[in-house]
């Protein structure tokens, strides 16, 4: 049985205070009753979420890492600084970072061997764009992007890496894969995973793409979706808490299924 894993992914917001805000609103210890629970701040605040999160069952992730562990990489951050500061996983490969700051498939399979090699969780995300779907190669990208990554990797050294399956045209548009949709990809990925020799059933898999509180509940009741990577709805405290809630099973008054 795969424990579910909700990840929020605060993106290029915050400041001191409103961090503190937050977090200071997870403090109870009841967001991870029963699943994992991490956030992703920016690097400047992974201090001050592990130091707030202290108590709370929360773990601290970070959105990126450096494929390098030390030397002349003039604005990198290795995985051994944030080992150093806490943080048990991160994000690699998110589809922004590959738009637009160059992530591509061999730099991202080689930040997940850096993120293995410091003992970080890695969250690998892969997904495809809208119109990759509309041509029929959703499935193409998906394994073209699982494969560079695992050509990299000892396969002995893959239970603890995640999957966050994130199509492209469901990021920030309100959009949300129906978790057929998402079932079908999830179960594609996981026998991917086996087809490498890997232990695809001990794999977490997680869906990402505008997860809020109204959605989150149902896609956490197909099989293979164990938990979500969430951006928008993780800064605001009551709707990821909401989405930890369904995770866990516990419905709360207003919380769940309301649709
Ligand atoms: P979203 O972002 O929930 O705002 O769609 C998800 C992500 O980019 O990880």
Redesign the pocket.
């Known amino acids: 049985m795969r424990r579910k894993l909700v990840v929020g ?1 605060w ?1 290029l917001h915050g400041s001191t205070a409103r961090n503190e805000a937050l977090l200071l609103q997870f403090q109870d210890g009841r967001l991870a009753d029963g699943i994992d629970v991490a956030v992703c701040p920016p690097f400047t605040y992974l201090q001050q979420a592990v130091g707030l999160l202290a108590e709370s069952g929360v773990s601290v992730g970070a959105q990126d890492v450096s494929a390098f562990h030390r030397g002349a990489y003039t604005g990198e951050i290795s995985g051994e600084m944030l080992v150093d500061l806490g943080c048990s996983c991160v994000i690699v490969g ?3 970072r590959r738009s637009l700051f160059g992530d591509t498939d061999p730099v991202v399979a080689r930040k997940v061997v850096a993120a293995l090699e410091t003992g970080l969780t890695p969250i690998l995300c892969v997904g495809e764009t809208q119109s990759q779907r509309e041509s029929g190669l959703a499935e193409q990208v998906v394994a073209a992007q699982l494969e560079s990554v695992m050509a990299c990797v000892d396969v002995n050294r893959l239970d603890h890496m995640v999957v966050a399956y ?1 199509p492209i045209w ?4 309100g959009l949300t894969a129906t978790p057929e949709q998402a079932q079908v990809m999830h179960v594609f990925i996981r026998r991917f995973i086996e087809s490498t020799g890997a232990d695809g059933q001990s794999i977490r898999i997680l869906y ?4 809020n509180s109204a959605n989150a509940a149902s896609l956490f009741d197909e099989c293979d979706i164990d938990g979500a ?5 993780s800064l605001d405290f009551e709707s990821f808490r909401a989405i930890c809630a369904a995770a866990s099973g516990v419905v709360r008054q207003g919380d769940l299924r309301r649709v």
Request: charged share 15%.
């Open positions: 992914n993106k998110h589809s922004e994130e469901a990021i920030g548009t990402g793409g505008s997860v990577l969430v951006g928008g709805a």
